[in-house]
DNA sequence: GGATGTGAACGACTTCACAGCG
DNA sequence: CGCTGTGAAGTCGTTCACATCC
């Protein structure tokens, strides 16, 4: 089915989303080419990290040249599989739901909402960002008839698990969860958790560390 | 200054903060002692992998029975650093910010917001949660003010460098930086960036390749 | 000359396996 | 006997160094 899968490892992977960020915002000031080292300096990183990571992608570079910005862009894209329209299924309509739907990043990116579920009887019926919220008794139809295949969850804790539960029961195939909690799923379905409370913590460690001389 | 300094490695770091979590929830179950492979099994981890990373706080577990869980959360909080209550100063107060002011989960963890900051004049001068909406013009003396030694970035990526050198400026020790750019600080500054576009297309890169059998 | 791509050396983290203790 | 703590082995990722090509 695949081309070719060359299986880059996953502190690659996540660089190579960053490379994607700082690569268009050079490409929007019309910078041809670039070379690994420009790319390091501008990142904090090596110029050999940056080449190893890049030759996943194939041969793109050029000796004595550099790699060419526009190519990289579209090779890195299809690398993370974002070379197409994905969408998403929003459970937990709160804050944090309400900033990911402004988040200009996501739709830049070809991630684009098309659901949102909540449990609040207040809430269901409620028109946010053009987008009606569902009851969670509806997630089977709703995604079904959106197509959704991710699935972000801004809930509260206590009903992460069981809202994971649902959106995986009616198809879902990866889930972005923000809820302060370790989610049990089946293989088959792809996670990446956020917990906030950790970031703040790791912060907290990195300074007092900095203290210590 | 410090007693003893083991150097926990940065992967143990983040997992110690995941115990943590764990641990409380057992702790208020009323569950004394925990072995390492419960612990583990409950976050998908090998129970050797738990005994390495709690070996770095000292010999808290005892052979045959395992951890007491009240010390061991005594003990994860103290080499975290988080046995003491960090204030912060948030700036860019958007839906993002409104949403971590309302997370229960930092003040739990001894995180406390003490002030706000916008560039927006329709903004400032307002009351969110109980705080007031400084102009960035004001950093200098509000940190001073407050004592806060944190810096949450939650500020459009445009503004997010020159806000993040005013927090720097006005004496803030550690960042934890939501705007999708790299920042460049000084390395007496901590910095941790989470980068939610980032998130999203690892998922959709795990999604791609669980596609290709 | 300038910059890539990559084997080889190195370093960091994880897993194994087991001695030792309650 | 169960479970910890830890050297030793193994795996994974990064850095080095250089042959290669335009």
Chains 1, 2 share one sequence.
Do not use: C
Not at 41 to 65: C, E, F, M, N, W
Not at 137 to 165: F, K, S
Not at 180 to 189: C, E, I, M
Request: glycine residues 10%.
């Amino acid at each position: 089915m695949s081309p070719f899968k060359p299986d880059i490892p996953h502190p690659s992977v996540r660089r190579l989303s960053v490379y994607l960020r700082q690569l268009e915002s050079l490409r929007v000031q019309d910078v041809r080419t670039v070379s690994s080292q420009t790319l390091a300096a501008s990142l904090g990183l090596t110029g050999a990290q940056v080449r190893k990571d890049l030759a996943y992608l194939g041969s793109l570079g050029h000796p004595g040249i550099g790699y060419p910005t526009q190519e990289l862009v579209s090779a890195i894209r299809r690398a993370l599989g974002i070379d197409r329209e994905w969408l998403a299924a929003l459970a937990g309509v709160g804050n944090l739901a309400r900033a990911l739907l402004r988040y200009r990043g996501f739709p830049q990116q070809g991630f684009r909402i098309v659901a949102l579920f909540d449990t609040d009887p207040a809430k269901i019926g409620q028109q946010v960002e053009g987008l009606t919220i569902h009851g969670v008794g509806h997630i089977p139809e709703v995604i079904a008839a959106t197509g959704a295949e991710l699935g972000v969850l801004t809930v509260p804790v206590e009903g992460a698990q069981a809202v994971a539960d649902m959106l995986v029961a009616a198809g879902i195939r990866g889930v972005l969860n923000f809820a302060p909690t370790v989610l049990r799923l089946p293989a088959s379905v792809s996670l990446v958790s956020v917990d906030l409370a950790v970031q703040l913590e790791q912060l907290a460690f990195l300074v007092q560390m900095a203290s210590h001389d």
